[in-house]
């Protein structure tokens, strides 16, 4: 059973709470391009779940990562077809996840190179920003090699729940060390990562207009640490309004940081059903993507 998330009591399992179809939303419907991507890179994200992915959703499989201090894994792929260079982060599903998880005061922000020196007060969760350091060299070191080897290629950086919140970290960390290589961001039922200034941080260095973070009708984790624990979402959201999650016409693509029309709009109940679906994928639970497309 994956179990994803929380510190709060609020994590039980909300299916109960369900988010109407907004009808007072302005349609802002996504293109069915842009859902085939979000398709795609979910599958990226789910592998990261398995236990062993040599072929993650039929990509070369550069190098796995497991850094055993912090638990945090994930693998980085390459796609010699679209010419990307796709780093994807597993998500909580053991003991040493959820210790990350919890520790959610806010810390200074500091990763190898990186600069904030435009942007004063940058803080992130102190478990992620942990987590994440603990493989940031090691993720830089290999997609430089990879980089070297094929310069014409992109970069993505995904991830689901805790992942997603690393692949945010990492979209900030590869936009910091390759500010001329193209990256785009896809993460999934993402906790809130870092304060104002981070979300700032993160759409200069990266542009809101790269960062596609998916949030699931009435997915709890997204709402989850709470704004009033200083704690504020990046944009861009993309917000299924209503399922099925595969339909274009029901992903809302959202504006600002905090969109009071999108996911901000539901209570915050933790982890629940829906954190664990994304757009055709019930997370973790399908082997098969690291087998074959």
């Known amino acids: 059973m994956l179990v994803t998330r929380f510190l709060l009591p609020l994590v039980t399992l909300a299916s109960a709470v369900v988010a109407a179809p907004a009808s007072h939303i302005e349609r802002r419907a996504i293109s069915q391009s842009l859902m ?3 398709e795609r890179y979910v599958k990226y994200a789910s592998g990261a779940y398995q236990l ?5 959703a039929g990509l070369t499989l550069v190098k796995s990562f497991d850094e055993s201090s912090t638990n945090t894994q994930g693998y980085i792929a390459r796609d010699d077809t679209r010419k990307e260079i796709i780093v994807a982060f597993r998500g909580s599903i053991q003991l040493q996840d959820f210790v990350t998880d919890i520790l959610a005061w806010l810390e200074d922000f500091s990763s190898p190179g990186v600069s904030t020196a435009e942007i004063s007060g940058v803080q992130v969760h102190y478990g992620f ?5 603990s493989v940031a060299s090691s993720v830089i070191s290999i997609v430089s090699s990879e980089l070297d080897a094929h310069p014409d290629y992109s970069l993505v950086s995904t991830g689901h729940s805790l992942g997603g919140a690393l692949a945010s970290l990492g979209g900030v960390s590869l936009a910091g060390n390759f500010p001329d290589v193209p990256l785009k961001v896809f993460t999934f039922g993402q906790p809130r990562t870092g ?14 207009s790269n960062i596609y973070r998916g949030t699931e009708t009435y997915d709890g984790v997204p709402t989850i640490p709470f704004q009033s624990w200083g704690y504020e979402h990046h944009g861009t959201e993309y917000w299924v309004s209503q ?3 595969t339909d ?5 693509q959202c504006t600002g940081h905090e969109d009071p029309n999108c996911s901000d709009s539901i209570p915050s109940s933790g982890i629940n059903d829906a954190h664990l679906r994304y757009f055709g994928q019930v997370i973790a639970l399908n082997p098969l993507i690291c087998i074959s497309l």
């Not at 062993?52 to 993650?56: K, L, M, S």
């Not at 920003?129 to 350091?133: D, E, M, P, Q, V």
């Not at 304060?195 to 809101?208: D, Q, R, V």
């Open 243 to 245: 399922d099925p999650n």
């Open 248 to 252: 274009p016409n029901n992903v809302v």
């Open 129 to 133: 920003l942990s987590a994440f350091n």
């Open 52 to 56: 062993w992915c040599p072929v993650p």
């Open 195 to 208: 304060n104002p200034a981070y979300a700032n941080l993160a759409e200069k260095l990266i542009g809101a």
């Open 36 to 38: 085939d991507d979000f």
